[in-house]
């Protein structure tokens, strides 16, 4: 029930606080690391939605198992039809027609990837991907996404937190910043907290 709609696990505004309080831990105990695992799930979860937003859903749309969430002239869920989950469109449409891949599955399992592929997290690894799967049961409980649709942002989820893993540990190896770009917005970690600026290299 937590991770379904109304749950206190459900929204960001759960995790939001608890993500700017472990941030500020980091710069208080000065742990690098720590903030570095609060900023790689912040970028994972900006590319994936990005990417969904932008690109894919505008792109290609399928009907949701219930379009209109649930408001019928009773108040009851709109029950599905058979062959409603072959209804695609191109391009896609608003809420109602963004159904793939799922969105709140994919931000869970890229933050749960970034975190599992860049740091040694031991027995909170598998419990990560377990509220993941948690996230992408509900909405399918929730009548927001079918199962095909969850299981697809699973692995966009994954696949691009991974990435942003990858090239985070590469960056540190190579005595860079984890967290920069090589022209642009600078959004680096430094030892007493982090240093926001702009460059551009020529």
């Known amino acids: 029930a937590e991770v379904r709609e109304g749950g206190h696990g459900f929204s960001g505004r759960t995790v939001t606080p608890v993500a ?23 970028a994972s979860w900006a590319s994936e939605s990005a ?22 002239d009773d108040n009851s869920p709109v029950g599905a039809e058979e062959g409603d989950q072959y209804v695609f469109y191109a391009p896609g449409g608003g809420w109602g027609k963004q159904s793939i891949p799922a969105g709140h599955v994919a931000n869970v399992a890229a933050c749960a990837s970034f975190l599992g592929n860049r740091f040694h997290m031991g027995v909170v690894e598998p419990a990560l991907y377990a509220l993941a799967a948690g996230v992408g049961v509900g ?29 985070s540990a590469r960056r540190l190896r190579n005595g860079q910043s984890p967290i920069s ?10 030892q007493a907290g982090v240093n926001i600026g702009w460059e551009w290299a020529f």
């Open 181 to 190: 770009t090589d022209h642009g917005l600078l959004l680096r970690p430094g």
């Open 139 to 167: 909405r399918m409980a929730d009548r927001r996404h079918w199962a095909s649709d969850t299981m697809l942002g699973f692995v966009l989820g994954y696949a691009v937190g991974r990435n942003t893993a990858l090239r």
């Open 51 to 72: 990417l969904r937003n932008y690109v894919i859903y505008p792109l290609v749309g399928r009907l949701r198992p219930d379009p209109d969430r649930g408001h019928s």
């Open 20 to 42: 700017i309080a472990l941030y500020g831990l980091g710069i208080a105990i000065k742990n690098q690391d720590l903030r570095d695992g609060v900023l790689g799930c912040v």
